[in-house]
């Protein structure tokens, strides 16, 4: 009865927010999942992210039924709304189908349910572990201890969960190191107009970011003193980063100005870039620098899309054990 109630459940709540029937499916080879899960954008130019991530992932895992979550209500509220609106989506011919359906990593789970997997992997989309990610954990743990009589009948007979993009606990040094790499294009390209670079990354006014002066400092160990990260809702803020740079002994002229986030969304369309006086670009110019703001989100960049792809193998063995 518990096994009926909690299926019934979850597709119910799954065909509500969707508001459209499950497509067929045969539960008896039901396919292995994953579920990347981002805290989402509004941002139409900023969804080619997560266009680039969901098709790298599908062609590392092609036994695999691949899906996305935005774990943010306002955000998938508005998808939603937007999927009623005629106009909008005439002016949006391109927008891939699966932003207007978008669900939380709870209602994905819960179609991945009834489809009949015994297999699925959650990956973080997020660059820490900070509340987004753990807020995931904390869902999956909370599915993970709903008991069964019968084991073969729980709802999610096996789910793992990959790190975010900078890792955690002893293990982020290495990923710090795969991360710098993976912006030292960015990095080379300010080196080669004698500019600092600046990374605006988002932040966690409630747990440390200490991984993010981690980065920065096997940046500069790799690519030179001139790049500095900051953050919208952490330490250090803008005005930190200004300060810095204003003091700088070979002080530059020109600043690269670019999100350290997935997509180059709100944050980086209007609190980096934005025309606002109290914005990233404002705040460099009040401050005398030439400023380039570059508007393209780390899913674009592949070696970064690479690390979760890491993230999601370093459970295989697991995975592979399981099929024994």
């Known amino acids: 009865m518990q096994r009926k109630f909690?299926?019934?459940?979850?597709?119910?709540?799954?065909?509500?927010?969707?508001?459209?029937?499950?497509?067929?499916?045969?539960?008896?080879?039901?396919?292995?999942?994953?579920?990347?899960?981002?805290?989402?954008?509004?941002?139409?130019?900023?969804?080619?992210?997560?266009?680039?991530?969901?098709?790298?992932?599908?062609?590392?895992f092609p036994d695999y039924e691949v899906r996305l979550a935005f774990t943010s209500n306002i955000i998938r509220n508005i998808w939603h709304k937007r999927a009623q609106d005629a106009a909008f989506k005439k002016a949006n011919p391109k927008i891939d189908q699966r932003f207007y359906n978008i669900g939380n990593v709870f209602t994905e789970l819960a179609e991945i349910q009834e489809r009949g997997a015994d297999i699925v992997l959650v990956q973080s989309l997020h660059v820490t572990d900070g509340e987004e990610f753990e807020d995931v954990l904390n869902l999956i743990n909370s599915l993970k201890g709903i008991k069964t009589f019968q084991p073969s009948l729980a709802p999610l007979p096996w789910i793992g969960?990959?790190?975010?993009?900078?890792?955690?606990?002893?293990?982020?040094?290495?990923?710090?190191?795969?991360?710098?790499?993976?912006?030292?294009?960015?990095?080379?390209?300010?080196?080669?107009?004698?500019?600092?670079?600046?990374?605006?990354?988002?932040?966690?006014?409630?747990?440390?970011?200490?991984?993010?002066?981690?980065?920065?400092?096997?940046?500069r160990d790799t690519y030179g003193p001139q790049i500095y990260i900051g953050t919208v809702e952490a330490s250090p803020k803008a005005e930190d980063v200004v300060a810095e740079l204003a003091k700088s002994a070979d002080k530059p002229k020109k600043v690269l100005l670019a999100p350290m986030m997935i997509v180059a969304g709100d944050h980086a369309r209007n609190d980096m870039a934005g025309d606002e006086e109290d914005s990233w670009a404002s705040l460099l110019k009040a401050a005398g620098f030439d400023v380039e703001s570059r508007l393209a989100g780390l899913g674009l960049n592949n070696d970064w899309v690479n690390i979760y792809i890491e993230h999601l193998k370093s459970l295989e063995p697991k995975v592979k054990a399981l099929k024994k």
Do not use: W
Not at 17 to 39: H, Q, S
Not at 177 to 200: I, S, W
């Open 6 to 60: 909690i299926v019934l459940a979850l597709a119910v709540a799954a065909i509500l927010m969707f508001n459209a029937p499950l497509p067929a499916y045969d539960r008896e080879t039901g396919k292995p999942a994953i579920v990347l899960a981002a805290f989402g954008t509004t941002e139409v130019e900023a969804l080619d992210s997560f266009t680039n991530i969901l098709a790298q992932v599908e062609k590392a």
């Open 161 to 219: 969960v990959g790190e975010p993009a900078l890792g955690t606990g002893d293990g982020q040094t290495a990923y710090v190191t795969r991360a710098a790499k993976a912006l030292g294009p960015l990095a080379e390209a300010a080196k080669a107009q004698n500019a600092a670079l600046v990374l605006m990354g988002h932040g966690n006014e409630h747990l440390t970011q200490t991984v993010f002066g981690k980065l920065q400092k096997s940046l």
